[in-house]
């Protein structure tokens, strides 16, 4: 069983992941990549230990939910290096974690997304609405329109002003709505979750990672390769992404044309979302691989002035704005609901679409500055 793996030397808080030993200049090796990997291992054992400390009721305070955190982010790093750096591990093995533990982290991070989109959502409403019925909780997410990017995207125009009062009609069933569902969604998440951890499978999972912790399987040829080649190739990944993207489009503050489609009552999943959730990902992993080949600390030093974390955040807006959106527009196909629900739904799924909107000029106005920054510098 995992636990008679788990013997971490000390309690470690979550303030972020442990920094690995790398080597002071010249090539990054492979011996850098296993410590990181190790420390990572270590990392995830911690916070297991941690979330189950907390007992049965696990996820249901603070430190459980930190512990959460701590497990979703080693395990993203872990799953992440052996995606970028497979071609100095053991293919079999790390095809074998690499998927066992985007299934952990997934699994656990539905809980905490369904809380954070209706906080979202809440907000919203009370913002859209100028009512008090709907107080904006101490965790919800700022507007992206107010924080996107700085000041390139705090005076983005905003859609004209609804009809506040057919809107404070609608508004307090529609908030009523999207807490049931959303808490019910909530709720399900967390027993899923419970369940995924108590399971053969999750104990299978902490065995392997509670081997890396000890012994990380590399290549007979891994210390003779360089690093950076694989990071860079992830790089290129991003690029050409992030190439692909309508920079063009999302240059302009107010994409109509994307509204449009937003606004479309076809259920599935916005048309233009899936490019830049692939860019978040992509990014996440080249950031990931930096860490890898330079340690945290000094991968967050020269991640290009800070521009890189600001165009993660950019899309990490965008991906939670999108997914508020498609919560209302969920809500507003409930069968028999009132006509100033719909209504008040419809205005709050329009505010997250131009919310999505303001991400996306918001990272392309980071991209940009890198984009010349680099170029300058070269």
Request: aromatic letters at 4%.
């Amino acid at each position: 069983m995992a636990q008679q793996h788990l013997d971490p030397t000390q309690k470690r808080t979550t303030a972020g992941p442990p920094p690995a030993p790398h080597p002071q200049g010249g090539t990054p090796t492979a011996d850098g990549l296993a410590a990181y990997l190790r420390a990572q291992a270590t990392e995830f054992l911690r916070a297991l230990r941690l979330h189950r400390e907390t007992g049965p009721a696990a996820g249901a305070g603070e430190e459980a939910a930190d512990a959460a955190r701590a497990l979703r982010r080693s395990a993203r790093r872990i799953s992440g290096s052996l995606h970028t750096f497979r071609g100095v591990l053991d293919e079999a093995w790390a095809e074998e974690l690499r998927p066992e533990l985007a299934w952990l982290s997934g699994t656990l991070a539905r809980e905490h997304a369904c809380q954070a989109r209706l906080d979202r959502l809440l907000a919203a409403l009370n913002r859209l609405s100028g009512t008090a019925g709907f107080p904006a909780p101490a965790t919800a997410a700022a507007p992206a329109h107010a924080v996107a990017g700085g000041r390139a995207a705090g005076h983005l125009p905003r859609p004209p002003a609804p009809d506040r009062g057919n809107l404070t009609v609608g508004a307090a069933k529609a908030g009523a709505l999207l807490d049931r569902q959303l808490t019910l969604a909530r709720t399900r998440a967390h027993s899923t979750a419970l369940q995924a951890l108590g399971s053969s499978r999750f104990h299978a999972v902490a065995d392997k990672v509670a081997v890396l912790a000890s012994d990380v399987p590399l290549t007979p040829a891994a210390h003779a390769t360089d690093l950076r080649a694989l990071a860079a190739a992830a790089e290129e990944r991003l690029a050409d992404a992030v190439a692909a993207l309508p920079l063009v489009t999302a240059g302009s503050p107010y994409n109509a044309e994307a509204l449009i489609h937003g606004l479309s009552a076809d259920p599935a999943p916005h048309p233009q979302d899936a490019p830049w959730h692939q860019v978040r990902l992509l990014l996440r992993l080249h950031r990931y691989a930096q860490e890898a080949l330079h340690g945290t600390q000094e991968a967050t030093r020269t991640a290009a002035d800070g521009r890189l974390p600001a165009a993660g955040r950019a899309l990490d807006r965008h991906r939670d704005a999108s997914e508020a959106a498609a919560a209302a527009s969920s809500a507003a196909r409930t069968p028999r609901i009132a006509p100033a629900t719909a209504y008040a739904l419809g205005v709050l799924h329009a505010d997250q679409r131009h919310e999505v909107e303001a991400a996306r000029f918001a990272f392309q106005q980071t991209w940009l500055k890198q984009t010349v920054g680099a170029g300058r510098e070269g």
